[in-house]
């Protein structure tokens, strides 16, 4: 079961904007990952965020992390048609010995 | 090698065939995973080993699917007589360590996939 919800599911914008998407999850968490995967490819890891943290940045990346209303939101800035591809959430908990992943962002950037 | 393996990329079987997906993690890394992904869906976790011992086998869907690392380096997923439904990708993960409190960085390293369509 995914635990964690992507919002929105499907995102398209032009190279150069910015892209945000949304993640939300149920249950408490020891840290919250973002992974992008291209079409037919495996999945890469972008950023991890802990739980006692509020905001991280890498890059064109900002990821931010709201315990208190258990949503973490991730921010790619200034888009690339490179950028385009299919971007999870996923949660760290309990025992911390599996990831959970969202459903999923797709996001497409045009030229 | 540099990253995780997996072989083969495509496998089509005719419905009641066994086929048997191999994983190969980064070398050294303790903690390897299997996930199941349908189109268009995130990835849905099936097992984990931590080194050879298979920790967590909550999300293997039926007993036709069977998992196993003998020396806790190369892994197999099995899947005997194989359904429609087992039509997916199938990807393998590993990290340095647990995932939580243990070395590394706490990522996953994912492999290609293994898309397997059962006919």
């Known amino acids: 079961s995914q635990q964690g919800e992507e919002d929105p599911q499907a995102l398209s914008i032009q190279e150069g904007e910015n892209a945000t998407m949304n993640c939300s999850y149920k249950?408490?968490?020891?840290?919250l990952q973002w992974y992008r995967q291209n079409s037919g490819r495996g999945l890469v890891h972008l950023i991890l965020?802990?739980?006692?943290?509020r905001e991280k940045h890498s890059g064109r990346l900002r990821v931010t992390l709201d315990t208190s209303k258990k949503s973490s939101s991730l921010l790619i800035t200034a888009s690339r048609a490179a950028d385009t591809a299919s971007y999870f959430c996923?949660?760290?908990?309990?025992?911390?010995?599996?990831?959970?992943f969202g459903t999923g962002t797709q996001l497409k950037v045009e030229l | 090698g540099a990253g995780v393996s997996q072989s083969p990329r495509y496998k089509v079987a005719k419905r009641g065939q066994d086929v048997a997906l191999r994983c190969d993690p980064i070398?050294?890394?303790?903690?390897l995973f299997w996930y199941q992904q349908a189109l268009g869906q995130g990835p849905e976790f099936l097992t984990y080993?931590?080194?050879?011992?298979?920790?967590?086998k909550s999300g293997l869907p039926s007993d036709r699917f069977f998992a196993e690392r003998p020396e806790g380096s190369v892994s197999t997923l099995k899947i005997q007589r194989t359904q429609q439904e087992d039509s997916a990708v199938y990807l393998c993960?590993?990290?340095?360590?647990?995932?939580?409190?243990?070395?590394?960085?706490?990522?996953?390293?994912f492999g290609e996939g293994s898309r397997l369509t059962v006919l």
């Open positions: 993960a590993s990290s340095l360590g647990r995932l939580a409190g243990g070395p590394g960085t706490g990522e996953l390293f």
């Open positions: 249950t408490s968490i020891n840290n």
């Open positions: 080993f931590q080194n050879e011992a298979q920790l967590d």
């Open positions: 070398s050294g890394h303790v903690s």
């Open positions: 965020i802990r739980s006692n943290e």
């Open positions: 996923a949660l760290l908990t309990g025992g911390g010995n599996k990831l959970t």
